[in-house]
């Protein structure tokens, strides 16, 4: 896929995104708002410049594979996938309905574009971990982005994934860690206290990137700082605002498992058009 390398244009993208995401959760009725707005800016990084994909070409074997693990957020990867052309924008609206390729958490041979079922949380680095492992072993080309969500670290699975990856010296392994301080039952500092964050991945043995996570150039350059480490596995750490661009989800863990109601829809829309003239005014 051609990359986008203006950043006018990445930031209109991002806008888009967020309000697909609104859009499909007010049709749906169900789904999870902060943490699909917030990670709008990395997946906009991720498949619009980042990764080596081909759209008409779901399964070409040279691919980037992206694993979300923390799945509850797909409707952000649903939307990233139907604007790069992997389907049309259209099914984006059928979002958690009866007989959709879009179901409430992603299925692998469902809907193209989605390398792995996720659903449980704590097994996404496993599995990229797994694929890792695989393309090291067959001197492949092709790099593994794990998508992870900071709550998920409660799970010990994601550190039994970190220390073999660091075993084996995965440097074809990028993390990326939606750092967004919320999860279901509240803020994950009062819920099970991840901190000191970075300084455990190091302790694991990970080289640690920290990151704003709504800058497209930083996500951008520390995806390309992770090529260049080759013996060991990169963890991205992207501080993200959930709900970010919608002042009355921004930083409010009630909004991680729920859809806006009509009302909530049209006053987020709204938000984010004035977002988008914004950046229309801005000189890059």
């Known amino acids: 896929m051609k990359r986008m390398t203006n950043m006018k244009q990445l ?14 959760l007010y049709e749906a009725k169900s789904g999870h708002s902060a943490g699909s707005i917030g990670l709008a800016d990395i997946f906009t990084a991720l498949y619009f410049n980042v990764l080596y994909h081909n759209p008409e070409k779901p399964d070409w074997p040279d691919r980037d594979r992206l694993i979300l693990s923390n799945g509850h957020v797909c409707p952000v990867l649903y939307s990233a996938l ?5 389907f049309p924008k259209e099914e984006l609206m059928t979002l958690r309905k009866l007989n959709s390729m879009l179901q409430g958490h992603p299925h692998r041979g469902t809907l193209p574009g989605i390398e792995n079922s996720s659903g449980p949380l704590g097994q996404g680095l496993s599995q990229a971990v797994g694929m890792a492992i695989v393309a090291k072993a067959e001197r ?12 998920e670290h409660n799970e ?20 990326i860690i939606d750092r967004n301080n919320i999860q279901i039952d509240g803020y994950t500092e009062e819920v099970l206290p991840l ?7 190091r ?4 080289n640690v990137i920290d990151v704003d996570g709504h800058n497209i150039k930083k996500i951008i350059d520390a995806c390309s700082e992770s090529k260049a480490v080759y013996e060991r596995p ?14 009355f989800m921004e930083n409010l863990f009630e909004w991680h498992g729920k859809p806006p109601t009509k009302e909530q829809a049209d006053e987020a829309t709204r938000d984010l058009e004035a977002i988008k003239k914004t950046i229309d005014e801005d000189e890059e």
């Open 11 to 24: 930031r209109f993208m991002a806008n888009i995104i967020r309000q697909d995401v609104v859009r499909m």
């Open 82 to 86: 139907a604007n790069a052309g992997y």
């Open 156 to 175: 010990g699975q994601t550190w039994e994934a970190a220390m073999l990856a660091a075993k084996y010296k995965l440097g074809n392994l990028t993390a």
């Open 203 to 206: 302790a694991f043995g990970w």
């Open 195 to 201: 901190e000191p964050f970075a300084d455990k991945y």
């Open 234 to 247: 990169t963890v991205i750490i992207a501080h993200t605002i959930p709900g970010k661009g919608v002042p």
């Open 140 to 151: 492949k080309r092709w790099r593994v982005y794990a998508m992870l969500s900071d709550g």
